[in-house]
């Protein structure tokens, strides 16, 4: 999975000017697709190294393995991921998930449009959340380490703002973006999200650091317990 990158600190780091962020990242796309289709790889591009017939491994253990492409929603990136065909993974970390919904029937029209089929159009989405016994109890105990975050991001980002409580109480709400709850509000919620946006992977974002180990632990073994029944019943209607 590849994506622009939403934190921008690393440019300097790695020499490049900002205001190349979009030819960049098409260029540096571009060469991947190639690395994608041949072992060998000679290349010349405007930002990146020149290579003269140079091999590149490890290779995939697939004979097509897919290039996702990441993004927040941006629609003028939505379009150039559909015209070339590729998969595509929404961060879906704020406001209602249904929202995206146009720009998923959107991608999905702009890619059969170019000719790519159905099969080519894979639409994925990532949202942050967290799992415990309670929705009482994992609403509490995520408070306070994604209010952190949302605040230390605000402080680098015009368009980030402090979260406040109520805020991030329609975000955990049933429309909201973030799946938290116990096992089973966190697989309903997710089961709509599969139905409603036609997703064909998931992602959960589970807290690093921000929270006690023991927590993130617990929350993946209760995921896989309590939710994995609910969630087989489910996926075979919506495949039937």
Do not use: C
Not at 142 to 165: C, E, G, M, N
Request: no cysteine.
């Amino acid at each position: 999975m590849v994506g622009r990158g939403s934190f921008i600190e690393s440019f300097p780091l790695f020499g490049y000017d900002l205001g190349d962020y979009e030819e960049l990242f098409d260029e540096k796309l571009a060469m991947l697709e190639k690395i994608k289709d041949n072992e060998m790889l000679t290349w010349e591009g405007k930002y990146t190294q020149k290579v003269e017939n140079k091999g590149v491994y490890p290779r995939s253990v697939q004979e097509d393995f897919p290039i996702w492409v990441a993004t927040g929603g941006n629609t003028e990136s939505t379009i150039k991921i559909a015209q070339k065909g590729l998969p595509i993974a929404y961060a879906i970390i704020g406001g209602q998930y249904k929202a995206f919904k146009g720009l998923i029937d959107y991608y999905r029209a702009i890619g059969r449009n170019a000719g790519h089929s159905n099969d080519r159009l894979k639409v994925a989405s990532h949202s942050w959340g967290f799992v415990a016994d309670t929705d009482e109890e994992a609403i509490k105990k995520y408070f306070h380490p994604t209010k952190q975050v949302v605040d230390a991001i605000s402080k680098d980002r015009p368009f980030w703002r402090p979260l406040t409580f109520d805020q991030y109480l329609n975000s955990v709400g049933p429309d909201g973006s973030m799946l938290v709850g116990s096992p089973e509000t966190v697989a309903n919620k997710l089961i709509d999200m599969i139905e409603t946006l036609g997703l064909d992977r998931f992602m959960l974002h589970l807290p690093l650091g921000s929270m006690p180990h023991e927590d993130i632990m617990k929350a993946i073994k209760t995921i896989w317990r309590r939710s994995s029944s609910t969630s087989s019943r489910t996926f075979l209607r919506i495949k039937k």
